[in-house]
């Protein structure tokens, strides 16, 4: 072999060996670095040198240095850290909206219960001052602890707000890093070797994007890689970027959606095609926990609003006046889209309005309302909480709430947010202030005849409605021993009949009348009478106190009908709240669930990765050797042929 090509090859084996530690080296050096993909430097035998002794080898090229990648297995990573992200973030809202349900003496279920014990307090001394303020501060708690959660699941909404502004602000600067990396690979595409460091640094980014909002990637011939949001909606193409913006929901103005922008055009993204990252999470959160939270805060306080002020107003304060209400309430709402029709000066055409029919029937739900394309003149009604639809019209009342559609009606296209307790909570607050001004008292006092000689007694007496005329003295004079009766009703003042009749007295049945319902003990007998007149002196009669703490053990709350229109039970307040504390226990419990298997999931998917494409010390540590072993190899070879090439020309002179 001619000592050139000796020499040849000892350089070649040179330059391959110092190429291969000078990438250990770099894999060493990069070894704990986030993101950096295993280098590799690739060797060619490099062609032989013909001679006439035949073809003499030359040794080896160095031809590129590529990376340890799989497109498929970053890819999948990058998926299991958007699922990850999505379910973290949920979980550590519902963690935080989990506070706003206490257990114990500062808890809403607390401070209703506290209400009424006050109430059973002043039935035992209704005309005692300390016991009335008693009652006015226990409502004054109700009303404040109501306000306070609403205001609180309101601190939690603009936290969710702020979130999602600081993420799409994130995501779009990182796209614009990836834009920018694109460029720099696109601009070495006329190059055999490839910028693995860049390209590094781009699967960093879009793994970073990722963690905010799942994407999808698609590689250009150029080198570029596309990266899309939401179902195909272009973030990152080529070296252009979109601008990733948060903007207020087109029905509900407090919640927040996500839209994109590029080329001065701006596009919604619909909630349900963000499916991976944080803000995902934070959407899901936002529009299912927060809005069902929200709902089942507002029935508990309009239920019990209603309940209590209704009772206020079948009795009569010290004052003897009617009682007035004792809470205030949230209106119900109906929000119109921001894309309904408008007329020239940007007001909206049509509208529609509610009010509470049945306090007791209003379900934890918002509603969505449109027209109904099937029928004219009625409108698709849907149940958000359940997807219940129906067809309504105007003036119909639904789940204890009325609808009423303005003129003119609402175009086809036209959209509703119907939030019937959505902000009960939130306008809740006590209404009296004078302790005079509860009414413990009922309008209407019974007493038996004193020549009775049966053994019935009163054992109740309940107003029914507002109808009660206290200026209507009703005798009941029992006919026989098996409860026939005859009725009649006077005024109290003339003593003129208003009105009268018979009837027969059933054991456990209430007799009614003149808007109450007497409910009696024992068996009356012949000639036996009861009397039921004007409550002369407030400051001695507790019924209404009664009545209003008999309120604890009602279940009037999320009553429904059946189909004859009758009532079916809902639950107490106190068990609508412990119901609640549940339902977010259990939501909390299962995100928790679901963010420790998406976290295992996304560690795995990494350590996948890792084991392709990250650097292994001791292997690295190896190869220093084996390249060096090598290195002092060519050198050797070096000083052969250095030392032929001496004795030749020592030979030749």
Do not use: C
Not at 456 to 470: I, N, R, Y
């Amino acid at each position: 072999m001619p000592s050139s090509t000796l020499m040849s090859i000892g350089m070649r084996a040179m330059f391959a060996n110092t190429a291969q530690l000078n990438v250990t080296g770099h894999n060493i050096a990069n070894s704990s670095v986030e993101g950096y993909s295993r280098q590799e430097a690739e060797l060619a035998t490099a062609n032989g040198q013909f001679t006439g002794a035949g073809f003499f080898g030359k040794g080896v090229n160095v031809v590129n240095v590529k990376r340890a990648h799989d497109q498929f297995l970053t890819m999948q990573a990058a998926a299991a850290k958007a699922m990850a992200s999505a379910d973290d973030a949920r979980h550590t809202q519902l963690t935080q909206l989990e506070d706003l349900f206490p257990t114990g003496e500062q808890g809403l279920g607390y401070a209703m219960g506290d209400f009424f014990s006050s109430m059973v307090d002043l039935a035992n001394a209704p005309a005692d001052n300390a016991a009335r303020q008693a009652v006015l501060a226990r409502a004054s708690d109700v009303a404040d602890r109501f306000s306070n959660t609403a205001a609180r699941l309101d601190i939690l909404q603009a936290g969710v707000s702020s979130d999602m502004k600081t993420s799409a602000a994130t995501v779009t600067a990182l796209a614009a890093r990836v834009a920018d990396i694109n460029a720099q690979i696109s601009a070495n595409r006329g190059s055999t070797q490839q910028p693995n460091d860049l390209l590094d640094q781009r699967d960093q980014l879009i793994a970073k994007i990722s963690e905010y909002v799942n994407v999808t990637t698609i590689p250009a011939s150029d080198g570029t890689m596309g990266v899309f949001v939401a179902g195909g909606h272009r973030l990152v193409l080529g070296a252009e970027s979109a601008t990733l913006t948060v903007q207020t929901d087109d029905l509900d103005p407090s919640r927040v959606s996500l839209a994109i922008s590029s080329d001065d055009q701006s596009l919604a993204l619909g909630d349900e095609l963000i499916t991976g990252g944080s803000m995902a999470g934070l959407l899901k959160f936002q529009n299912e926990d927060l809005v069902d939270a929200r709902n089942r805060v507002g029935q508990m306080a309009v239920a019990f609003a209603a309940e209590v002020n209704h009772a206020q107003s079948l009795g009569v304060d010290l004052n003897g006046n009617t009682g007035s209400p004792l809470f205030t309430i949230g209106a119900p709402q109906a929000l119109a889209a921001a894309s309904n029709a408008r007329d020239a000066n940007g007001e909206l055409i049509s509208d529609v309005t509610l009010d509470v029919s049945d306090a007791s029937l209003l379900q934890a739900s918002d509603y969505s309302l449109q027209a109904d394309p099937n029928n004219a003149g009625q409108y698709k009604l849907v149940r958000l909480s359940d997807g219940v639809t129906r067809s309504v019209a105007d003036g119909d009342s639904v789940d204890g709430f009325t609808i009423h559609i303005g003129t003119p009606a609402p175009a086809a296209s036209d959209r509703f947010l119907l939030q019937p307790v959505g902000r009960a909570a939130a306008g809740m607050a006590r209404a009296v202030d004078d302790p005079n001004g509860i009414a413990a008292a009922q309008p209407v006092q019974a007493a038996m005849g004193v020549d009775n000689t049966g053994t019935a007694s009163v054992e109740k007496l309940l107003m029914t409605d507002g109808s009660v005329d206290p200026n209507l003295t009703a005798t009941i004079t029992f006919s026989n021993d098996t409860g026939s009766y005859t009725w009649e009703l006077r005024d109290r003042n003339t003593g003129a009949l208003n009105s009268s009749g018979t009837g027969t007295w059933t054991a456990g049945e209430p007799i009614e009348m003149n808007g109450f319902a007497l409910s009696l003990n024992g068996v009356p007998a012949t000639g036996d009478s009861v009397t039921v007149d004007k409550t002369l002196y407030p400051a001695t009669n507790n019924g209404n106190a009664l009545a209003q703490a008999g309120l604890a053990d009602e279940r009037f709350v999320g009553r429904t009908l059946d189909a004859s229109g009758n009532y079916i039970e809902g639950s107490k307040v106190t068990d609508a709240y412990a119901d609640t504390m549940a339902d977010v226990g259990v939501r909390v419990q299962s995100a928790s669930v679901s963010a420790d298997i998406s976290a295992a999931a996304s560690t795995q998917a990494q350590e996948a990765v890792a084991s392709k494409t990250g650097v292994n010390l001791d292997e690295e540590a190896a190869r220093l050797i084996q390249y060096q072993q090598g290195y002092q190899a060519a050198a050797k070879v070096l000083q052969v042929a250095q030392s032929v090439f001496d004795t030749m020309l020592q030979i030749g002179s």
